[in-house]
């Protein structure tokens, strides 16, 4: 984690922003501040004369996000926070303020109604990035589609040196992938990660540092961030940690606490209306199949070398659930 902390670094980070904020007929208004660090990105926090905008950097093994969000800012630009700058040849953003945690507003507001604007909004964009899939792929995002899952999930047996009874799973990938793959859904951006603490609300029309209007109830607008975790897969794959791993655990973290049914309900929405040849049983389906198996693609795709213990925990949601 130095190296996000090198004087050198942080002094080449502090010119470029300067000069993407001038481009962009602004300028810095107090002192940054460095407030997120790990192994592979930092966050910093510029205030500006709009307002507080955030720079982002990524290390290589994500360096593709800089180049989802430069596609979503063009496809769908209510999902992300107005782009001010990107360097897709470093992995670096710079963006104006996303408002405040989802994580935060819901137990203050006492609900989830939250999820019923951003899960059509984020179905609508995932619809909207089909075309994009090769533009992906190019740009390093990770190819989880649906032929990759058996040898990938075989190699991460073997990486893992895996217990017995996952590594007995690999024909139950293989059984699910066949489902799946009949119900002609295809294959686009997964956010793969999408929970409370990548969702933020930000009150007011106005779109912030660099930006314009957005959408929402009274000016309101619903963010999704942090799409470092990214890969190319079948779409439904989100359900599993959104549904299974957030949502039905409710505000009181209490297991199976919430009828996800709505939620569900209105992911699939946007999906109804762009395969109107696939019935409403088979999307159900579909969605049942792939809650299964994402968990399954989300421990191959967020798996981090020398760290199994959230790949282990992934692998017994997948073992362990019900389809």
């Not at 066949?178 to 999408?194: K, M, P, Q, S, V």
């Not at 799409?227 to 794959?237: K, Q, T």
């Not at 049983?281 to 020398?306: Q, T, Y």
Request: proline share 5%; net charge negative.
């Amino acid at each position: 984690m130095e190296r996000w902390r090198e004087e050198k670094w942080l002094a080449g980070v502090h010119t470029w922003v300067d000069e993407r904020l001038a481009a962009a007929g602004l300028a810095c208004a107090g002192e940054a501040e460095q407030r997120h660090v790990t192994p592979w990105s930092t966050v910093i926090r510029v205030p500006t004369t709009g307002g507080d905008v955030w720079f982002k950097a990524n290390d290589a093994s994500m360096h593709h996000e800089s180049r989802v969000v430069g596609l979503l800012a063009a496809e769908v630009p209510d999902l992300v926070p107005p782009l001010i700058a990107d360097d897709t040849d470093r992995g670096w953003l710079l963006m104006a303020d996303a408002g405040e945690w989802l994580r935060s507003v819901s137990p203050r507001e006492g609900h989830l109604d939250h999820w019923l604007e951003v899960l059509p909004a984020y179905a609508a964009a995932q619809l909207a990035m089909r075309s994009h899939v090769e533009d992906l792929l190019s740009a390093g995002v990770p190819d989880r589609r649906l032929p990759t899952l058996v040898p990938a999930y075989a190699a991460l047996m073997d990486e893992i040196d895996a217990e017995p009874r996952f590594r007995a799973a690999e024909t139950f990938v293989g059984e699910l992938v066949e489902r799946l793959a009949e119900h002609g859904i295809n294959e686009t951006l997964n956010h793969d990660d999408l929970h409370d603490g990548q969702v933020f609300v930000r009150s007011g029309g106005a779109g912030g540092a660099g930006g314009a209007g957005g959408s929402g109830r009274a000016g309101r607008r619903v963010l999704v961030m942090d799409w470092g975790d990214a890969c190319v897969s079948h779409p439904f794959f989100t359900m599993s940690v959104t549904l299974q791993g957030v949502l039905s655990w409710g505000l009181d973290d209490e297991e199976d606490s919430v009828d996800t049914t709505p939620f569900l309900e209105a992911y699939l929405g946007p999906f109804r209306a762009a395969y109107p040849g696939v019935t409403q049983c088979d999307l159900a389906e579909a969605a049942r199949v792939a809650m299964r198996l994402g968990w399954a693609c989300r421990a191959v795709n967020g798996h981090v070398p020398g760290d199994p213990g959230a790949t282990v925990n992934r692998l017994k949601m997948f073992v362990d659930g019900r389809v």
